[in-house]
Protein backbone atom coordinates (compact mmCIF):
# COMPACT_ATOMS: atom_id res chain seq x y z
CA UNK A 1 0.00 0.00 0.00
CA UNK A 2 1.24 3.46 -0.83
CA UNK A 3 1.43 5.76 2.24
CA UNK A 4 2.87 8.72 0.76
CA UNK A 5 5.11 10.82 -1.81
CA UNK A 6 7.47 13.25 -1.51
CA UNK A 7 9.34 15.16 -3.83
CA UNK A 8 11.55 18.65 -3.98
CA UNK A 9 12.75 19.85 -7.56
CA UNK A 10 11.26 17.32 -9.98
CA UNK A 11 9.30 18.30 -13.39
CA UNK A 12 7.16 20.80 -12.37
CA UNK A 13 7.20 20.88 -8.46
CA UNK A 14 10.29 23.15 -7.52
CA UNK A 15 9.13 23.08 -3.87
CA UNK A 16 8.84 20.58 -1.23
CA UNK A 17 5.33 18.87 -2.18
CA UNK A 18 3.76 15.70 -0.42
CA UNK A 19 1.07 13.54 -1.75
CA UNK A 20 -0.51 11.47 1.20
CA UNK A 21 -2.66 8.62 1.36
CA UNK A 22 -2.85 8.40 5.06
CA UNK A 23 -6.38 8.78 6.25
CA UNK A 24 -7.49 11.92 8.39
CA UNK A 25 -9.03 11.26 11.99
CA UNK A 26 -11.35 13.87 11.78
CA UNK A 27 -12.82 13.25 9.27
CA UNK A 28 -15.99 10.70 8.86
CA UNK A 29 -14.70 6.67 8.69
CA UNK A 30 -15.44 5.62 4.93
CA UNK A 31 -13.03 4.52 1.89
CA UNK A 32 -10.17 3.62 3.75
CA UNK A 33 -8.90 0.36 5.53
CA UNK A 34 -6.56 0.08 8.81
CA UNK A 35 -2.84 -1.57 8.49
CA UNK A 36 -0.94 -2.58 11.43
CA UNK A 37 3.08 -1.50 11.51
CA UNK A 38 4.15 -2.73 14.76
CA UNK A 39 2.49 -1.10 17.82
CA UNK A 40 0.51 1.85 15.13
CA UNK A 41 -2.48 1.60 13.24
CA UNK A 42 -2.71 3.32 9.92
CA UNK A 43 -5.90 4.30 8.20
CA UNK A 44 -5.46 4.59 3.94
CA UNK A 45 -7.73 5.81 1.52
CA UNK A 46 -8.91 3.61 -1.34
CA UNK A 47 -8.81 6.37 -3.46
CA UNK A 48 -7.67 9.58 -4.36
CA UNK A 49 -8.70 12.08 -7.37
CA UNK A 50 -6.93 14.79 -8.24
CA UNK A 51 -7.85 17.84 -10.07
CA UNK A 52 -6.16 20.98 -12.28
CA UNK A 53 -6.65 23.32 -15.32
CA UNK A 54 -4.20 22.44 -18.61
CA UNK A 55 -0.70 22.43 -17.31
CA UNK A 56 -1.10 22.27 -13.78
CA UNK A 57 1.37 19.41 -13.32
CA UNK A 58 -1.24 16.53 -13.34
CA UNK A 59 0.56 14.63 -15.61
CA UNK A 60 3.64 15.17 -14.28
CA UNK A 61 2.27 14.02 -11.02
CA UNK A 62 1.52 10.66 -11.98
CA UNK A 63 4.38 10.42 -13.84
CA UNK A 64 6.22 10.59 -10.36
CA UNK A 65 6.85 6.59 -9.22
CA UNK A 66 7.86 6.11 -13.02
CA UNK A 67 10.61 7.96 -12.81
CA UNK A 68 11.62 6.80 -9.14
CA UNK A 69 11.20 3.25 -10.19
CA UNK A 70 13.17 3.93 -13.91
CA UNK A 71 16.44 5.58 -12.30
CA UNK A 72 15.84 2.59 -9.54
CA UNK A 73 16.17 -0.79 -11.80
CA UNK A 74 17.62 0.72 -14.94
CA UNK A 75 21.42 0.92 -15.44
CA UNK A 76 23.35 3.09 -17.62
CA UNK A 77 24.07 6.89 -17.99
CA UNK A 78 22.43 6.53 -21.21
CA UNK A 79 18.73 6.29 -19.41
CA UNK A 80 18.93 10.06 -18.12
CA UNK A 81 16.79 13.16 -18.97
CA UNK A 82 16.00 15.96 -17.86
CA UNK A 83 13.45 15.19 -15.18
CA UNK A 84 14.99 18.12 -12.39
CA UNK A 85 12.70 21.52 -12.28
CA UNK A 86 13.74 23.52 -15.85
CA UNK A 87 12.66 26.91 -14.54
CA UNK A 88 15.51 27.53 -12.01
CA UNK A 89 18.94 25.97 -11.41
CA UNK A 90 19.46 22.60 -12.97
CA UNK A 91 22.20 21.72 -11.22
CA UNK A 92 20.31 21.36 -7.99
CA UNK A 93 19.60 17.59 -6.96
CA UNK A 94 16.08 16.13 -7.31
CA UNK A 95 14.73 14.54 -4.39
CA UNK A 96 12.05 11.65 -4.26
CA UNK A 97 10.87 10.20 -1.32
CA UNK A 98 8.63 7.02 -1.18
CA UNK A 99 6.66 5.64 1.61
CA UNK A 100 4.73 2.21 1.11
CA UNK A 101 3.85 -0.56 3.93
CA UNK A 102 4.73 -3.85 2.56
CA UNK A 103 3.90 -7.11 5.13
CA UNK A 104 2.99 -4.54 8.27
CA UNK A 105 6.48 -2.60 7.55
CA UNK A 106 6.60 0.76 6.33
CA UNK A 107 9.47 0.84 3.68
CA UNK A 108 10.77 4.41 3.10
CA UNK A 109 13.16 5.00 0.20
CA UNK A 110 15.09 8.68 -0.82
CA UNK A 111 16.98 8.97 -4.25
CA UNK A 112 18.14 11.99 -4.53
CA UNK A 113 19.79 12.43 -7.81
CA UNK A 114 21.58 15.29 -10.19
CA UNK A 115 19.75 15.08 -13.43
CA UNK A 116 22.50 17.89 -14.93
CA UNK A 117 25.36 15.88 -14.15
CA UNK A 118 23.76 12.59 -14.19
CA UNK A 119 24.60 11.30 -10.78
CA UNK A 120 23.16 9.85 -7.72
CA UNK A 121 24.22 11.94 -4.99
CA UNK A 122 22.17 9.53 -1.70
CA UNK A 123 20.39 7.12 -1.63
CA UNK A 124 18.43 5.49 1.64
CA UNK A 125 16.33 2.09 2.22
CA UNK A 126 14.62 2.30 5.90
CA UNK A 127 12.57 -0.38 7.50
CA UNK A 128 10.04 0.69 10.34
CA UNK A 129 8.38 -2.69 12.19
CA UNK A 130 8.62 -1.65 16.20
CA UNK A 131 11.01 0.99 15.25
CA UNK A 132 13.01 2.52 11.75
CA UNK A 133 15.80 0.66 10.61
CA UNK A 134 18.21 2.27 8.51
CA UNK A 135 18.92 -0.78 5.65
CA UNK A 136 21.59 0.85 3.72
CA UNK A 137 22.82 4.33 2.89
CA UNK A 138 24.66 5.04 -0.13
CA UNK A 139 26.76 8.37 -0.99
CA UNK A 140 28.20 9.00 -4.58
CA UNK A 141 29.13 5.97 -5.37
CA UNK A 142 29.49 3.84 -2.14
CA UNK A 143 27.70 2.19 0.45
CA UNK A 144 29.01 4.40 3.15
CA UNK A 145 26.13 2.23 6.18
CA UNK A 146 24.18 -1.06 5.92
CA UNK A 147 22.46 -3.09 8.83
CA UNK A 148 24.78 -5.88 9.78
CA UNK A 149 21.57 -7.91 11.05
CA UNK A 150 19.79 -7.96 7.27
CA UNK A 151 23.09 -7.62 5.42
CA UNK A 152 24.69 -10.82 7.96
CA UNK A 153 24.52 -13.74 4.67
CA UNK A 154 25.06 -10.96 2.47
CA UNK A 155 28.42 -9.22 2.95
CA UNK A 156 29.20 -10.62 -0.56
CA UNK A 157 26.75 -8.85 -2.02
CA UNK A 158 27.81 -5.44 -0.49
CA UNK A 159 31.63 -5.83 -1.57
CA UNK A 160 30.26 -6.62 -4.68
CA UNK A 161 28.04 -3.40 -4.95
CA UNK A 162 30.99 -1.08 -3.62
CA UNK A 163 33.19 -2.79 -6.49
CA UNK A 164 30.48 -2.25 -9.20
CA UNK A 165 28.95 0.88 -8.46
CA UNK A 166 29.14 3.74 -10.56
CA UNK A 167 27.17 7.15 -9.37
CA UNK A 168 24.81 7.14 -12.21
CA UNK A 169 23.53 3.61 -11.04
CA UNK A 170 21.28 3.00 -7.99
CA UNK A 171 22.03 0.23 -5.18
CA UNK A 172 18.62 -1.92 -6.28
CA UNK A 173 19.60 -1.48 -10.09
CA UNK A 174 23.09 -3.72 -8.72
CA UNK A 175 21.57 -6.01 -5.59
CA UNK A 176 19.52 -7.26 -8.36
CA UNK A 177 21.93 -8.96 -9.75
CA UNK A 178 23.19 -10.44 -6.67
CA UNK A 179 21.90 -12.01 -4.03
CA UNK A 180 19.13 -10.16 -2.15
CA UNK A 181 18.53 -10.51 1.27
CA UNK A 182 14.18 -11.26 1.55
CA UNK A 183 13.69 -8.04 3.61
CA UNK A 184 14.64 -5.98 -0.28
CA UNK A 185 13.17 -8.97 -2.26
CA UNK A 186 9.96 -7.94 -0.98
CA UNK A 187 10.27 -4.20 -2.12
CA UNK A 188 11.53 -4.46 -5.14
CA UNK A 189 8.79 -7.20 -6.26
CA UNK A 190 6.06 -4.72 -4.56
CA UNK A 191 7.29 -1.58 -6.68
CA UNK A 192 7.89 -3.92 -9.71
CA UNK A 193 3.99 -4.49 -9.67
CA UNK A 194 2.68 -0.55 -9.16
CA UNK A 195 0.54 -0.17 -11.97
CA UNK A 196 1.22 3.23 -13.61
CA UNK A 197 -0.94 4.38 -16.50
CA UNK A 198 -1.64 0.95 -17.11
CA UNK A 199 -3.54 0.18 -20.33
CA UNK A 200 -2.50 -3.36 -21.28
CA UNK A 201 -2.35 -4.88 -24.64
CA UNK A 202 -2.31 -8.58 -22.91
CA UNK A 203 -6.35 -8.52 -23.35
CA UNK A 204 -5.31 -10.89 -26.18
CA UNK A 205 -2.58 -13.09 -24.26
CA UNK A 206 -4.57 -13.39 -21.42
CA UNK A 207 -7.99 -14.92 -23.64
CA UNK A 208 -5.90 -17.08 -25.61
CA UNK A 209 -4.23 -18.79 -22.20
CA UNK A 210 -7.46 -18.75 -20.19
CA UNK A 211 -10.88 -19.57 -21.50
CA UNK A 212 -12.68 -18.00 -18.70
CA UNK A 213 -10.88 -15.13 -19.17
CA UNK A 214 -13.05 -14.77 -22.28
CA UNK A 215 -16.06 -15.61 -20.65
CA UNK A 216 -15.09 -12.87 -17.57
CA UNK A 217 -14.92 -10.43 -20.48
CA UNK A 218 -18.11 -11.30 -22.07
CA UNK A 219 -19.83 -11.00 -18.77
CA UNK A 220 -18.25 -7.40 -18.01
CA UNK A 221 -19.02 -6.06 -21.62
CA UNK A 222 -22.62 -7.27 -20.97
CA UNK A 223 -22.52 -5.21 -17.58
CA UNK A 224 -21.67 -2.27 -19.38
CA UNK A 225 -24.44 -2.81 -22.33
CA UNK A 226 -22.17 -4.02 -25.15
CA UNK A 227 -23.48 -7.64 -26.58
CA UNK A 228 -20.70 -9.97 -27.87
CA UNK A 229 -22.03 -13.84 -28.71
CA UNK A 230 -18.18 -14.30 -29.03
CA UNK A 231 -14.22 -13.45 -29.06
CA UNK A 232 -11.91 -15.18 -30.88
CA UNK A 233 -7.68 -14.73 -30.44
CA UNK A 234 -5.59 -15.48 -33.39
CA UNK A 235 -1.84 -15.52 -32.11
CA UNK A 236 1.09 -15.17 -34.58
CA UNK A 237 5.11 -15.08 -34.00
CA UNK A 238 6.53 -11.33 -33.32
CA UNK A 239 9.91 -11.50 -35.02
CA UNK A 240 10.23 -8.38 -37.04
CA UNK A 241 9.44 -6.40 -33.98
CA UNK A 242 11.61 -8.50 -31.56
CA UNK A 243 14.38 -8.04 -34.02
CA UNK A 244 14.27 -4.22 -33.73
CA UNK A 245 13.76 -4.11 -30.06
CA UNK A 246 17.02 -6.38 -29.66
CA UNK A 247 18.80 -3.99 -31.53
CA UNK A 248 17.75 -0.70 -30.03
CA UNK A 249 19.15 1.64 -27.71
CA UNK A 250 16.38 2.09 -25.37
CA UNK A 251 16.47 -2.23 -24.57
CA UNK A 252 20.32 -1.88 -23.76
CA UNK A 253 20.25 0.03 -21.16
CA UNK A 254 17.18 -2.38 -19.57
CA UNK A 255 18.47 -4.47 -16.73
CA UNK A 256 18.71 -8.34 -17.83
CA UNK A 257 15.42 -8.71 -15.91
CA UNK A 258 13.71 -5.75 -17.82
CA UNK A 259 14.85 -7.08 -21.15
CA UNK A 260 13.70 -10.61 -19.88
CA UNK A 261 10.42 -8.88 -18.78
CA UNK A 262 9.98 -6.83 -22.11
CA UNK A 263 10.65 -9.66 -24.73
CA UNK A 264 8.13 -12.12 -22.89
CA UNK A 265 5.54 -9.48 -23.44
CA UNK A 266 6.36 -8.89 -26.82
CA UNK A 267 6.87 -12.28 -28.43
CA UNK A 268 4.06 -12.98 -30.19
CA UNK A 269 0.75 -10.63 -31.46
CA UNK A 270 -2.64 -11.83 -30.48
CA UNK A 271 -5.18 -10.60 -32.93
CA UNK A 272 -9.02 -9.97 -31.10
CA UNK A 273 -11.82 -10.71 -33.38
CA UNK A 274 -15.23 -10.03 -31.50
CA UNK A 275 -18.19 -12.21 -32.47
CA UNK A 276 -21.99 -10.51 -32.87
CA UNK A 277 -24.88 -12.64 -34.17
CA UNK A 278 -28.33 -10.53 -35.96
CA UNK A 279 -31.81 -11.56 -35.25
CA UNK A 280 -31.47 -14.35 -38.12
CA UNK A 281 -28.21 -16.09 -36.43
CA UNK A 282 -25.92 -14.06 -38.94
CA UNK A 283 -22.56 -13.60 -37.35
CA UNK A 284 -20.55 -10.87 -37.98
CA UNK A 285 -16.90 -10.09 -36.80
CA UNK A 286 -15.46 -7.12 -35.72
CA UNK A 287 -11.71 -6.59 -35.25
CA UNK A 288 -10.19 -5.01 -31.97
CA UNK A 289 -9.39 -1.76 -33.19
CA UNK A 290 -12.73 -1.36 -35.04
CA UNK A 291 -14.31 -0.93 -31.57
CA UNK A 292 -14.80 2.83 -30.13
CA UNK A 293 -11.87 4.06 -28.41
CA UNK A 294 -13.64 4.02 -25.23
CA UNK A 295 -14.61 0.28 -25.20
CA UNK A 296 -10.78 -0.29 -26.55
CA UNK A 297 -9.83 1.96 -23.12
CA UNK A 298 -12.24 0.19 -20.76
CA UNK A 299 -11.01 -3.00 -22.31
CA UNK A 300 -7.45 -3.10 -22.09
CA UNK A 301 -8.07 -1.70 -18.23
CA UNK A 302 -10.11 -4.74 -17.35
CA UNK A 303 -7.77 -7.23 -16.41
CA UNK A 304 -5.10 -4.70 -14.63
CA UNK A 305 -8.11 -3.91 -12.65
CA UNK A 306 -9.20 -7.25 -12.04
CA UNK A 307 -5.90 -8.44 -10.78
CA UNK A 308 -5.25 -5.19 -8.67
CA UNK A 309 -8.92 -6.20 -6.86
CA UNK A 310 -8.25 -9.83 -6.78
CA UNK A 311 -3.89 -9.28 -5.39
CA UNK A 312 -4.02 -5.61 -4.09
CA UNK A 313 -1.65 -3.32 -5.00
CA UNK A 314 -1.52 0.41 -5.88
CA UNK A 315 -2.50 1.88 -9.75
CA UNK A 316 -2.19 5.72 -10.88
CA UNK A 317 -3.86 6.74 -13.84
CA UNK A 318 -3.69 10.41 -15.51
CA UNK A 319 -7.04 11.27 -17.21
CA UNK A 320 -8.74 8.44 -16.14
CA UNK A 321 -12.01 10.35 -17.56
CA UNK A 322 -10.62 10.21 -21.34
CA UNK A 323 -13.22 8.91 -23.99
CA UNK A 324 -15.43 6.74 -21.10
CA UNK A 325 -18.55 8.11 -19.80
CA UNK A 326 -19.14 9.49 -16.47
CA UNK A 327 -21.44 6.93 -15.38
CA UNK A 328 -19.03 3.57 -15.75
CA UNK A 329 -16.18 6.26 -14.02
CA UNK A 330 -18.77 6.30 -10.86
CA UNK A 331 -19.01 2.42 -10.78
CA UNK A 332 -15.18 2.02 -11.20
CA UNK A 333 -14.50 4.27 -8.32
CA UNK A 334 -17.15 2.64 -6.35
CA UNK A 335 -15.96 -0.59 -6.50
CA UNK A 336 -12.84 0.42 -5.25
CA UNK A 337 -14.21 2.28 -2.04
CA UNK A 338 -16.31 -0.75 -1.40
CA UNK A 339 -15.30 -3.58 1.34
CA UNK A 340 -16.92 -6.18 -0.61
CA UNK A 341 -15.22 -5.58 -4.00
CA UNK A 342 -12.33 -4.10 -2.69
CA UNK A 343 -11.11 -6.84 -0.07
CA UNK A 344 -7.53 -6.83 -0.51
CA UNK A 345 -7.28 -3.33 -0.15
CA UNK A 346 -5.98 -2.15 -3.73
CA UNK A 347 -5.40 1.83 -4.34
CA UNK A 348 -6.56 4.03 -7.19
CA UNK A 349 -5.52 7.27 -7.77
CA UNK A 350 -5.94 9.22 -10.70
CA UNK A 351 -6.26 12.93 -12.67
CA UNK A 352 -9.50 13.85 -14.28
CA UNK A 353 -11.11 16.98 -15.90
CA UNK A 354 -14.53 15.49 -15.13
CA UNK A 355 -16.10 17.85 -12.57
CA UNK A 356 -19.30 15.61 -12.03
CA UNK A 357 -16.33 13.27 -10.08
CA UNK A 358 -16.13 16.38 -7.34
CA UNK A 359 -18.74 14.81 -5.26
CA UNK A 360 -18.62 13.87 -1.52
CA UNK A 361 -21.18 10.57 -2.27
CA UNK A 362 -17.95 9.45 -4.06
CA UNK A 363 -14.87 10.95 -2.02
CA UNK A 364 -13.86 12.42 1.13
CA UNK A 365 -12.40 15.71 1.70
CA UNK A 366 -9.10 14.24 2.25
CA UNK A 367 -9.33 12.04 -1.03
CA UNK A 368 -9.74 15.59 -2.74
CA UNK A 369 -6.54 17.13 -4.15
CA UNK A 370 -5.79 20.05 -6.33
CA UNK A 371 -3.03 20.93 -8.49
CA UNK A 372 -2.32 24.55 -9.44
CA UNK A 373 0.76 26.31 -11.14
CA UNK A 374 0.28 29.66 -12.34
CA UNK A 375 3.80 30.97 -11.43
CA UNK A 376 6.73 29.27 -13.44
CA UNK A 377 9.48 30.65 -10.47
CA UNK A 378 7.34 28.95 -7.93
CA UNK A 379 5.99 25.96 -10.05
CA UNK A 380 3.41 23.70 -9.46
CA UNK A 381 1.38 23.63 -5.78
CA UNK A 382 -0.22 20.24 -4.60
CA UNK A 383 -2.89 20.41 -1.73
CA UNK A 384 -6.19 18.32 -0.82
CA UNK A 385 -9.35 20.10 -0.17
CA UNK A 386 -8.78 19.28 3.74
CA UNK A 387 -5.53 21.29 3.79
CA UNK A 388 -8.09 24.48 2.88
CA UNK A 389 -8.52 26.21 5.64
CA UNK A 390 -12.20 27.35 6.84
CA UNK A 391 -13.74 25.23 4.00
CA UNK A 392 -16.60 23.76 5.71
CA UNK A 393 -18.43 20.79 4.08
CA UNK A 394 -21.52 22.11 1.98
CA UNK A 395 -23.57 20.38 -0.85
CA UNK A 396 -22.34 23.04 -2.96
CA UNK A 397 -18.91 21.57 -3.14
CA UNK A 398 -18.72 21.33 -7.44
CA UNK A 399 -20.20 25.72 -7.41
CA UNK A 400 -17.65 26.45 -5.07
CA UNK A 401 -14.55 24.91 -7.09
CA UNK A 402 -15.59 26.74 -10.12
CA UNK A 403 -15.91 30.05 -8.25
CA UNK A 404 -12.03 29.52 -7.38
CA UNK A 405 -12.77 28.55 -4.21
CA UNK A 406 -10.16 26.08 -3.94
CA UNK A 407 -7.57 27.14 -6.67
CA UNK A 408 -6.55 24.25 -9.08
CA UNK A 409 -8.51 26.09 -11.79
CA UNK A 410 -7.64 27.65 -15.61
CA UNK A 411 -7.86 31.42 -15.25
CA UNK A 412 -8.95 31.98 -18.50
CA UNK A 413 -8.98 36.10 -19.15
CA UNK A 414 -10.89 37.53 -21.77
CA UNK A 415 -10.77 34.28 -23.64
CA UNK A 416 -13.71 35.36 -26.21
CA UNK A 417 -13.09 38.77 -27.33
CA UNK A 418 -10.30 39.65 -30.03
CA UNK A 419 -7.95 36.41 -29.49
CA UNK A 420 -9.84 34.66 -32.31
CA UNK A 421 -10.72 37.06 -34.66
CA UNK A 422 -8.73 38.20 -37.94
CA UNK A 423 -7.02 41.45 -37.57
CA UNK A 424 -6.80 43.81 -40.03
CA UNK A 425 -4.46 46.24 -40.63
Known amino acids: ?56 GKSNFTSV ?18 EGFRFGE ?26 NTKKIIKEKLYITALERK ?44 WRVPEEIEKYIFYIDKIKINNYSDDLGKYIYENKNNKKLVIEFLKKIGIIVNDIEVYREKNEFFLKNIRESKEFQILSEKEQEKLLSQIAYIYRIH ?35 LNNGGVMIIDELDITLHY ?31 LDFNLFREDQIWFLENNNVSTGTELYSLSD ?15 NGNFGGIPKLEDFGVDLWLEKKE
Open 1 to 56: MLLDIEIKNLKSFKNQTIFSMEAENKIEDRNSFEVEVGKEKFELLKTAVLFGGNAS
Open 65 to 82: LSIFRYYLFNKGIEKYNK
Open 90 to 115: EDKNSTIKVRNVVDNKIYEYILEINF
Open 134 to 177: LVFERENNKIVKYDKEIFSEYEITIGFINETLTDSDSVISRIIE
Open 274 to 308: FVYEDNQKQKYKLDYYEQSAGTQKILSMFFPIYNL
Open 327 to 357: SLIKEIIKMFNSVEYNRKNAQLIFTTHNLLL
Open 388 to 402: IEGYEKNKYLLRDYL
